[in-house]
């Protein structure tokens, strides 16, 4: 019968899918997503909260086993999901599945956290790993059931809400993991949107082992005031089913794993275990899953989904239907004019309402965000102070004959030490990362805001946060150790100034080689005028020597006459004679052509040595500026050598006053131990919350700056494309087609009404 209602319901679904108004619609991928959760035979339970919900923790205490990283900051980048095998067939191993396709399987357990946290240094877990799955026994059912680690609702990461979103619209139930403080308005927003998905939700509150110290807050008194709350929240929604319970996931995982916290007895453990109330949490999740099963609830909670996004396809068929009437009735241009010119007219009128909310979230959101930070500064310390002190009364409960020095030595410069430093520091990094992502959300909060307000498409800003100053410790010989630092400052400068000359030093090289890289193309050129002038020489020949022939030629001269000259008949007389004559016409042709040859050779010749000459004057600059920078470079190496000898000697020196310390001290350490301690912490504490209010000032007006910015240039935007769309035709769907759409969706409402 349960295949009878999944089956009908997919067939009738499937049927839809081919219609304009389901195509068109936003609706679609929602679903499809319906259709997949019919058609998934396991029971699948996605995990959700916010990071410091205790999520990671929670789900270790199911497994029985410290697996799943978790901290106080963001951890988990990936969906993690924990299939339910038979009793005794554990299998130490998982599978990654990544985004691009491929897959790895049978992975140890021991690798996990390479494959599912921020931090890994293996791989970009959030931007390359889809899922990763890995198989252990929780519950005593035959139904296949999985339980879903989701990233979180606040994650750093840019996918991480969408993973989480889509995620609780695939699975069948829910278990939502809240804070400390309980529902927040983050909190309140978020279940209202994924009580139209999950119908089954089981509200935990964890942390229940602290609630003794919040103002007398009992156990019993918070979930009584959080159903409250949540009944609020489901007033409009009789349809969601829903509990809340109150547990301690980190007492259940110290009670269950012995080999992360193998310094309780077997009676302590099971005190934790009881007072965690984590058995009756597991009981009630199993009851859960066997009602769903038996009750084909799973199922029919799908269609109910299915029933409300048909319902809002429904409507929007009907508001087109009636936007046409109204078009039809209207003048075609008169009323998109009508239409366009309200439109602009209303964001006219909206635009300082809507900046002013955008102003009033950003700084809304930012004292929130302080007050919370400020709080888990107050969190971090007096829990790492706790440790600190308890490390001391160890300390001393363990060696009774201990002597004087090795007390001071344990607390100054051994374990303690170390453990103090550690603690400032990894508080100052857990919050760099709480504000970095909580301004980031901030930022993506007034980015959706200016989306609501002007619609289009959706506004994508990633800025840098910077980070917390970092805190500094004095003591008796902070003006010995500021020496050192600023001589080791001073070594850092010159190093930086060694290196900046090797990275000029390899320019030089670089250009040196391009540099005789031209110089031989320059001669290669010589080589081929050369070349080429010998072939034009050898294809011009030799010279033509002088041409000479013999020449009959003719002339006038005068008649000898008869007797001396006597008798001259006629005066003058035509005589022909022979010359010799000199041709130079081809040897003159020849001596130009070489000349002219010649003359290009040289000249070109001429070019290219004044080329190589350049080049050579730059290639001696070369290395005449490599020569000086070799001997700066000598001279800082010796400055550097200098400045570290006299670091190590005054490092010397420190360690002897410090040790003289410690003798002086010695007679009170015991004393003012504690004391001293607690100051620190305070003054820690206060510099910490100086330096995240003045971060979340900055980002503050850097959110509100960029945002009203991005506001102003998409309200131009929109009033263009208002403008633009007053020659567009706006009736594009035939009014008879969405009618017989809409009486398609209704007949599929009614049966699926009758499945349920």
Not at 499 to 508: C, D, G, S, V, W
Not at 739 to 747: C, L, S, W
Request: charged share 35%; net charge neutral; hydrophobic share 35%.
């Amino acid at each position: 019968m349960v295949k009878d209602i999944a089956s009908t319901a997919i067939k009738e679904l499937q049927g839809l899918k081919d219609k304009d108004i389901i195509q068109n619609s936003i609706l679609a991928d929602e679903l499809d997503n319906v259709i997949s959760r019919l058609k998934d035979k396991s029971f699948r339970l996605a995990v959700v909260g916010e990071f410091s919900s205790g999520k990671s923790t929670f789900l270790n205490a199911i497994l029985k086993k410290d697996l799943l990283k978790h901290g106080a900051v963001e951890t988990t980048a990936t969906l993690t999901q924990i299939d339910n095998i038979a009793k005794g067939q554990n299998d130490d191993t998982f599978d990654v599945q990544y985004n691009n396709g491929k897959e790895e399987k049978n992975l140890p357990i021991e690798k996990l956290q390479d494959y599912t946290i921020t931090s890994s240094k293996v791989i970009s877990v959030a931007d390359e790993v889809k899922k990763v799955v890995l198989r252990t026994h929780i519950f005593d059912v035959d139904y296949p059931v999985s339980l879903i680690d989701t990233p979180g609702l606040n994650g750093v990461a840019d996918n991480h809400r969408e993973k989480t979103l889509n995620e609780i619209k695939n699975a069948h139930a829910c278990i939502y993991l809240l804070q400390v403080r309980g529902v927040n308005k983050s909190d309140a927003d978020f279940i209202k949107y994924l009580s139209e998905y999950q119908k089954n939700i089981l509200f935990v509150q964890n942390f229940i082992d602290e609630l003794h110290d919040l103002e007398g807050e009992t156990p019993e008194q918070k979930i009584a005031a959080q159903r409250k709350i949540l009944e609020e929240i489901f007033k409009d929604s009789p349809d969601v089913n829903f509990d809340i319970l109150g547990v301690s996931a980190r007492n259940a995982l110290i009670a269950q794993d012995k080999k992360a916290f193998p310094k309780y007895s077997d009676e302590e453990r099971k005190e934790l275990m009881e007072s965690s109330r984590f058995e009756t949490l597991l009981a009630e999740v199993q009851r859960l899953i066997k009602e769903n099963l038996r009750a084909k609830k799973q199922q029919k909670d799908a269609i109910q989904v299915a029933l409300r996004i048909l319902d809002q396809m429904h409507d929007i068929a009907e508001i087109k239907i009636e936007q046409q009437k109204t078009d039809a009735l209207e003048s075609g241009q008169y009323g998109k004019v009508k239409y366009y010119t309200l439109l602009e007219e209303k964001l006219q009128k909206n635009k300082d309402k809507y900046i002013k909310n955008i102003k009033n979230y950003v700084s809304v959101e930012a004292s929130d965000l302080k007050r919370i930070s400020d709080k888990k500064v107050v969190n971090y310390l007096e829990e790492f102070r706790d440790e600190i002190e308890k490390g001391i009364d160890d300390k001393l409960q363990s060696d009774l004959r201990m002597r004087k020095d090795e007390l001071a030595d344990f607390v100054y410069n051994g374990e303690l030490s170390r453990k103090i430093s550690q603690s400032i520091y990894k508080v100052s990094q857990d919050l760099n990362v709480l504000l970095s992502s909580g301004l980031q959300n901030i930022q993506d909060g007034a980015m959706m805001r200016i989306e609501e307000y002007l619609g289009g498409t959706k506004v994508a800003v990633k800025t840098e946060w910077g980070a917390l100053p970092k805190i500094v410790e004095t003591d008796d010989t902070s003006i010995l150790k500021d020496g050192i630092k600023d001589k080791e400052r001073e070594i850092e400068e010159l190093k930086s100034q060694n290196n900046q000359i090797e990275t000029e030093q390899r320019q030089l090289i670089d250009e040196c080689k391009q540099n005789r890289l031209e110089m031989d193309e320059e001669r290669g050129k010589l080589d081929n005028l050369k070349i080429d002038y010998d072939q034009k020489i050898f294809n011009l020949g030799s010279k033509p020597r002088f041409e000479r022939k013999q020449v009959t030629k003719t002339r006038e001269i005068k008649r000898g006459g008869l007797f001396g000259g006597i008798l001259d008949f006629f005066g003058t007389k035509t005589e022909t004679y022979t010359e010799t004559v000199t041709n130079s016409k081809e040897r003159n042709k020849w001596i130009n052509k070489r000349n002219k040859i010649e003359q290009e050779y040289f000249s070109k010749q001429e070019q290219v040595n004044l080329a190589l000459a350049n080049l050579n004057m730059k290639q001696q600059m070369l290395k005449d500026r490599s020569k000086e920078l070799s001997g700066e470079q000598d001279r800082i190496r010796a400055a550097i050598k200098a400045q570290e000898s006299r670091v190590k000697n005054e490092k010397e020196l420190l360690e002897v006053q410090r040790n003289k310390a410690r003798r002086e001290h010695l007679n009170n350490i015991k004393k003012i131990a504690i004391k001293q301690l607690t100051e620190h912490f305070n003054t820690v504490s206060e510099n910490l919350r100086i330096n995240i209010a003045s971060m979340l000032s900055d980002g503050e007006q850097t959110i509100t700056t960029k945002a009203l910015n991005i506001f102003n240039e998409r309200f131009t935007e929109r009033l263009n494309e208002i403008k633009r769309s007053l020659s567009e035709d706006k009736n594009t769907i035939n009014e008879n087609k969405l009618n017989i759409d809409r009486a398609v969706i209704e007949k599929v409402m009614r049966n699926l009404e009758e499945l349920v």
